[in-house]
């Protein structure tokens, strides 16, 4: 009987010592072809060239107190960051970039986003001008227009509002844009009065009241503005903001 259970206390045994082996291994992808003590990758656009001068920052989460080490992609995109010996490290990438006159900051997409020691990690960083952001973080890559209605008109189901944006000339990526159509999250949920992950750039935009069947246009214009209300507003989108940076603020009404 002890031996019995000798026998079974040692296979369970191997068995956790596998599996923590083999969950190991696993957390540690991120090494796989990493040089000890540095954290490199190559920051690249949308079109996946290679984007230099973009700062890459890893900050120490273990030490806090904001503390954190930093590098500078070349002109292959490629950048290289000695990490301290303590700690453990999360890291963000931006780019800058003018538009319209108007200076966009926006960040990267990470292709491993997890929190990484000091043993060294590959971590890639790539421009997305739209798509959710990793888990972790509320959000997408791209912008987002706050919709509200004319005072004293509301439409109480404005998520059957339906949006058309329509790009006038390049994207901020210097890229064609493609006509767009978004709808405001559903009622009592985060992006309810939102639209949402529209990629940067000047739209042309309409919007129709869907209300049984019928389809009603709508007049547009800036929030607060005391210009007319029209069938095609022009929307840019602001850099900073109270609410959030890259948004628009549009306000809607009968026609």
């Not at 079109?47 to 989460?61: G, H, K, S, T």
């Not at 971590?123 to 888990?135: E, H, I």
């Not at 790009?167 to 949402?196: E, F």
């Not at 940067?200 to 503005?225: F, H, K, M, T, W």
Request: hydrophobic share 30%.
């Amino acid at each position: 009987m002890r031996t019995s259970i000798k026998n079974y206390v040692a296979c369970l045994l191997m068995l956790i010592s596998t599996s923590n082996i083999a969950c190991k291994k696993d957390s540690n992808k991120e090494a796989e072809g990493a040089q000890d003590g540095y954290v490199t990758g190559k920051i690249t656009d949308t079109q996946n060239n290679p984007l230099a001068n973009i700062e890459v920052v890893f900050e120490n989460i273990l030490v806090g107190n904001h503390s954190y080490v930093a590098g500078v992609s070349n002109e292959n995109g490629l950048y290289k960051i000695k990490l301290p010996k303590v700690g453990t490290y999360h890291g963000a990438a931006y780019i800058k970039k003018t538009f319209n006159g108007k200076p966009y900051k926006m960040s990267l997409h990470p292709d491993n986003d997890e929190v990484i020691g000091n043993t060294g990690a590959i971590v890639n960083f790539q421009w997305k001008l739209s798509g959710p952001r990793p888990n972790g973080l509320e959000g997408f890559y791209g912008g987002s227009v706050e919709i509200h209605n004319h005072p004293g008109r509301p439409i109480v189901d404005e998520h059957n509002i339906e949006f058309t944006f329509t790009p006038i000339g390049k994207l901020i990526d210097g890229s064609d844009g493609q006509t767009i159509k978004r709808k405001s999250g559903q009622p009592q949920t985060i992006y309810y009065g939102r639209l949402t992950d529209i990629p940067i750039g000047r739209y042309r935009v309409s919007a129709v009241y869907i209300n049984g069947g019928q389809r009603i246009p709508l007049g547009l214009r800036e929030l607060d503005s005391e210009d007319p209300y029209s069938a095609q507003h022009t929307l840019n989108f602001e850099p900073t903001t109270i609410a959030g940076d890259n948004m628009a603020f549009l306000q809607y009404d009968y026609q």
